[in-house]
């Protein structure tokens, strides 16, 4: 939010209770602020063969295509990156990874869906908390692409 402040970006926060922080469902985290679960997304990381990372912004209920992921990349393929090196790479947990603020921007790419909704919402980087924004704001921020990602 420091981030999107800093830059003079609208967005609304959203809040919801935590149950159990080992693992946060995006499907349930919709329903708890009250969004269709096509406008909340979720953020994975990858790594490809040339050991970059790689960003990935899709709705909470659907599955990156790891095939297209690579493509959009350039990579002969991509793996993703295991929870328990999330935090070396972009400075946040499960369940808390935002695609802003990471702690070096890597190549993003959102999934292409986003451009038809008026806002999207991602996690605001710590579990409990999410931004509301501009689809468009957001692939500004984090230089993103906006591609066809998810099965």
Same mark, same amino acid.
């Given at each position: 939010m420091r981030i999107? *402040? =800093?830059?003079?970006i609208k967005?609304?926060? #959203? =809040?919801? #209770?935590?149950?159990?922080e080992e693992h946060v469902d995006g499907v349930?985290?919709?329903?708890?602020?009250?969004?269709?679960? /096509?406008?909340?997304?979720?953020?994975?990381?990858? +790594?490809?063969?040339?050991? *970059?990372?790689?960003v990935y912004v899709i709705p909470v209920n659907e599955h990156l295509d790891l095939k297209k992921g690579a493509k959009v990349?350039?990579?002969?393929?991509?793996? +993703?990156? #295991?929870?328990?090196e999330i935090n070396k790479f972009t400075g946040y947990i499960r369940g808390g990874c935002s695609p802003i603020g990471m702690k070096k921007l890597h190549k993003t790419f959102i999934n292409k869906s986003a451009k038809n909704l008026e806002? /999207?919402?991602?996690?605001?980087?710590? /579990?409990?908390?999410?931004?509301e924004l501009s689809p468009v704001d957001l692939q500004n921020i984090v230089n993103a692409q906006f591609e066809d990602i998810i099965k």
């Amino acid at each position: 939010m420091r981030i999107l *402040d =800093s830059k003079k970006i609208k967005y609304n926060v #959203h =809040s919801y #209770h935590v149950k159990n922080e080992e693992h946060v469902d995006g499907v349930e985290v919709a329903n708890q602020i009250g969004k269709e679960v /096509i406008q909340v997304y979720k953020t994975l990381v990858a +790594m490809g063969n040339s050991k *970059d990372i790689y960003v990935y912004v899709i709705p909470v209920n659907e599955h990156l295509d790891l095939k297209k992921g690579a493509k959009v990349a350039k990579e002969k393929n991509i793996e +993703m990156i #295991h929870v328990n090196e999330i935090n070396k790479f972009t400075g946040y947990i499960r369940g808390g990874c935002s695609p802003i603020g990471m702690k070096k921007l890597h190549k993003t790419f959102i999934n292409k869906s986003a451009k038809n909704l008026e806002t /999207i919402i991602v996690s605001a980087g710590k /579990i409990g908390y999410q931004v509301e924004l501009s689809p468009v704001d957001l692939q500004n921020i984090v230089n993103a692409q906006f591609e066809d990602i998810i099965k």
